[in-house]
């Protein structure tokens, strides 16, 4: 409750901030777009995981404030590397509770048009198990969205349902692997059929497919084996606030 209580102030109080991580193409060896993830200081506690108070704020609906806030931080952010000559997207994390309120595209579209992005340059990242949930008023929503030109990616996919007929139904652009297949990848031949398997169906269907949670070269060698096109990993680099991320892509053009 105390914690509740106190996120509820963080937005307003600048409590919040986001870190990117970059996604790199693996063809080229270069970002090509990076993940925007939250960060809390509070006063007195120190940093507090999102894994603590992402759960909290869905329970709470405070989600909805928050996801506000990291859009519009993200998108403005973006904005500016982009008009320092970096041609880096970002992915937002998004709760289907805050994709399907009612005015959250036209907000989306009005933070574009506003910061100068293309809505190309932003991907919305959704977990693949909330889709199960509210399928009908989730697919409508980011059916609209992506007529709007922004990109949407399944999250933790692998991990949600095992039904893969929704695949065809789904407007999405990019798979994103989720880390538990990644992480024992280099020494489980199951999990490099699993990933291999994962690849050849998202591209056979058109769509992206990234690999997240990749901690080692070996790994990422194997991904790029098997055809994924793009990594994130501590391998790579670790999720940072804005201006270390600024200093990073420009070190890595
Ligand atoms: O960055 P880290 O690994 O600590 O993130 C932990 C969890 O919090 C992840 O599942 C991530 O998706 C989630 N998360 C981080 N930032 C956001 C955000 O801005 N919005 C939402 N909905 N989830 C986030
Ligand atoms: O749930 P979601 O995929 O949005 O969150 C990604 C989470 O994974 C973030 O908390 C991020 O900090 C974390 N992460 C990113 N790269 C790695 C990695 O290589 N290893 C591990 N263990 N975690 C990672
Ligand atoms: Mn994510
Ligand atoms: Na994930």
């Known amino acids: 409750l105390e914690l509740y209580r106190d996120l509820k102030k963080a937005v307003a109080e600048g409590e919040?901030?986001?870190?990117?991580?970059?996604?790199?193409n693996l063809e080229t060896g270069k970002a090509v777009s990076c993940e925007a993830l939250m960060r809390w200081t509070h006063p007195d506690e120190g940093f507090i995981s999102p894994g603590e108070f992402i759960p909290l704020a869905e329970k709470t609906g405070l989600i909805t404030?928050?996801?506000?806030?990291?859009?519009?931080?993200?998108?403005?952010?973006?904005?500016r590397w982009q008009l320092a000559g970096h041609?880096?997207?970002?992915?937002?994390?998004?709760?289907?509770?805050?994709?399907?309120?009612?005015?959250?595209i036209d907000r989306i579209v009005e933070l574009l048009n506003s910061s100068g992005l293309e809505a190309r340059q932003l991907t919305v990242e959704v977990t693949e198990s909330l889709f199960m949930e509210q399928s009908e008023q989730v697919i409508d929503a980011l059916t609209r969205l992506r007529e709007t030109g922004v990109?949407?990616?399944?999250?933790?996919?692998?991990?949600?349902?095992?039904?893969?007929?929704?695949?065809?139904?789904?407007?999405?652009?990019?798979?994103?692997?989720?880390?538990s297949f990644i992480f024992p990848m280099a020494k489980s031949k199951k999990d490099r059929m699993i990933v291999h398997a994962?690849?050849?169906?998202?591209?056979?269907?058109?769509?992206?497919?990234?690999?997240?949670?990749?901690e080692d070269g070996a790994t990422g060698k194997i991904l790029k084996e098997i055809g994924v096109h793009k990594?994130?990993?501590?391998?790579y680099a670790r999720p940072m606030p804005f201006d270390d991320f600024c200093f990073w892509i420009a070190a890595d053009q």
């Not at 919040?16 to 790199?24: G, K």
């Not at 041609?87 to 959250?104: P, Q, Y």
């Not at 990594?231 to 391998?235: D, I, M, R, Y």
């Open 16 to 24: 919040l901030q986001l870190y990117y991580q970059p996604q790199i």
């Open 65 to 79: 404030e928050l996801s506000r806030w990291a859009l519009k931080e993200a998108i403005d952010q973006c904005a």
């Open 87 to 104: 041609s880096v997207g970002v992915s937002v994390n998004l709760s289907c509770h805050c994709l399907t309120e009612s005015d959250m």
């Open 151 to 179: 990109l949407v990616s399944i999250d933790d996919f692998g991990t949600g349902y095992s039904s893969l007929s929704y695949l065809k139904k789904l407007p999405v652009d990019e798979l994103k692997i989720d880390q």
């Open 198 to 214: 994962i690849v050849e169906l998202g591209t056979s269907l058109g769509f992206e497919v990234i690999a997240e949670g990749v």
């Open 231 to 235: 990594v994130q990993g501590f391998h």
